[in-house]
């Protein structure tokens, strides 16, 4: 039988990932990379269908699969001009690769379990993120990123791991009772785990999604938190958190979509969320971390990255909202963000 | 009489300009920052009043002249929504500050004439920036940026000085008469001071205006330069030099915009500038230096440098220009510069 080189090295730890999935399935007790990577999956499809249903027109999205050269790769699911979303992107993406020192040494600042004496370190991601920007001035703009990160040896054994993400919501017009649901069903998500999540990670949320040129937030916020590890929960405890995060996103978006898709709307209403969506190109080119470290990544698939950015945006300048209008009473909560439950 | 505090410790640099100007005018005797100060503000002049007689529907520039605390200030020119252009900018600004000694050590990089031994430094900045984001598809975006920079003693006595710059052309639909037009009239400013500026600077601006995530130019370049200090040229000679590049503008743009403002287009075409745009955005905010010093200096005029980016963009996931098309022909050449005289 012919071997090639390759072969020789033994198998990688995402072809022998590959070959457990394929012979024995993903079950409770399988490493937590493939429970991830079939739950974020499976949230996947459902988010789709379900908002392929929202959309009378019957657009669906489009779905690309792709694969990285090392292990991984992704599936892309976006819908552009339908009747409901201008834009809207569900992509997972699942990495195998390989850490170089300099990158494990800024990581060890917040895991002190990985390894300090290593050259570089095997590693695995796995992450599903949502963008949706409604057609409607008067629909929100919603956002979510949950993520599970590890490193391993060169056997595939887990070293350090952690998760992250958090959810936020972006409306150009506010409905105060809009920003109620969306906060309570995402703070009855924590509280379920830990009452002391939701201010944490609210807080860390209206840090993080803030826009210092502008002296304003990008939107309403939410929640927001990385690097939680073993010295935050068990890994179990924490893998239930992130899903039951995941699963609260439907319902807490569904029903201010159905509310708020066929409402009237002016031309002026309209120009109006242009100009936010403009803002929202700022806040992911200028700030956004996960974008700039996805743009800086070697051979990133550019596009998934950048399926957040809106259909069209506007800038006008020196744009000024009328005393009391609705436009002022936005920009208000942008400034100084509120408690909403 | 009562004196305050302040006058006490004697008038500012900023005050003690404006007594010079405002008593004996400016003069060929005058420092370099009086004189190009007064330069790019009559070069504003004249080409906000030159666009202006372009568009048919009369419409004007705004014009908002500001002020900064510390001395010096600037004017703000904005057309939007023309008939020509969808947005103008020309801005002058004029800046007096300190330099703390971390920005002092690291332009001692390039100018060796910075005194190392001082814990801050005064310095003088007199820049005019433009960007024009015509309405035709066939006409392309320009954008220009001409600067001085200048370090002083106490009593104002320049220090460290240099001249910086740069001129490049951004069109959705390429004509290869105009980008010939556009090249060889900087071509002629630069040969007039020297034969190997073009080429230098039209290198290094391909190398500026280079978008890595897409691997892709901007545009299809102009010249771009920085940090031309008396290593390079006397004072004089190369103020000379930023004036020719500064007055051959309006001749290497007018004759396109002439050309192509009143050109029949498609839907199509429309559409594709508007994605044009969206990159220009992603340049603009992802790596211009120039628009990330800006937003990241405290204070600053966010209007004045984000009215560089267009009225409005648009992001397709996934464009492709069909094959043969005068798109895919615009692509080949942003992906691989090409010399135009």
């Not at 690769?97 to 370190?121: F, Q």
């Not at 409306?171 to 201010?199: M, N, Q, V």
Request: with cysteine; net charge negative.
């Amino acid at each position: 039988m012919f071997t090639s080189p390759l072969q020789l090295e033994g198998p990688s730890i995402a072809d022998r990932d590959t070959l457990v999935k394929r012979e024995s399935g993903v079950t409770l007790s399988s490493p937590m990379r493939l429970r991830m990577e079939a739950f974020v999956k499976a949230q996947q499809k459902e988010i789709v269908s379900t908002l392929e249903a929202l959309d009378p027109s019957k657009q669906r999205f489009r779905v690309d699969t792709w694969t990285r050269p090392n292990g991984g790769g992704g599936i892309s699911c976006v819908l552009q001009d339908g009747s409901v979303f201008e834009k809207a992107g569900v992509n997972t993406s699942i990495v195998y690769g390989t850490l170089p020192r300099p990158a494990i040494e800024k990581m060890r600042v917040n895991h002190k379990a990985l390894d300090p004496d290593v050259e570089n370190l095997e590693f695995f991601a796995a992450g599903l993120s949502c963008v949706l920007h409604p057609r409607n001035p008067n629909a929100p703009t919603v956002h979510f990123n949950y993520r599970y990160f590890e490193t391993m040896d060169a056997e595939g054994n887990c070293n350090a791991w952690w998760f992250g993400g958090g959810t936020d919501l972006t409306p150009s017009y506010l409905f105060d009772e809009d920003a109620i649901h969306f906060h309570r069903t995402i703070k009855e998500a924590c509280d379920k785990h830990d009452r002391g999540y939701y201010p944490r990670f609210k807080q860390w949320c209206d840090k993080y999604f803030y826009i210092p040129h502008r002296g304003e937030s990008r939107g309403i916020g939410g929640i927001f938190f990385d690097d939680l590890d073993e010295e935050e929960k068990e890994q179990e405890q924490l893998f239930s958190f992130i899903k039951d995060c995941l699963t609260a996103f439907l319902p807490s978006y569904l029903p201010l979509i159905e509310k708020r898709r066929d409402m009237p709307f002016t031309e002026k209403e309209k120009e109006w969320q242009q100009l936010r969506r403009g803002r929202y190109v700022e806040f992911n080119l200028v700030h956004d971390r996960g974008t700039s470290f996805g743009l800086n990544t070697p051979g990133a698939r550019v596009e998934s990255i950048l399926m957040s950015l809106p259909l069209t945006a506007r800038w006008i300048y020196m744009h000024d909202a009328d005393k009391g209008s609705r436009e002022e009473r936005l920009l208000k909560v942008l400034r100084e963000p509120r408690d909403w439950v």
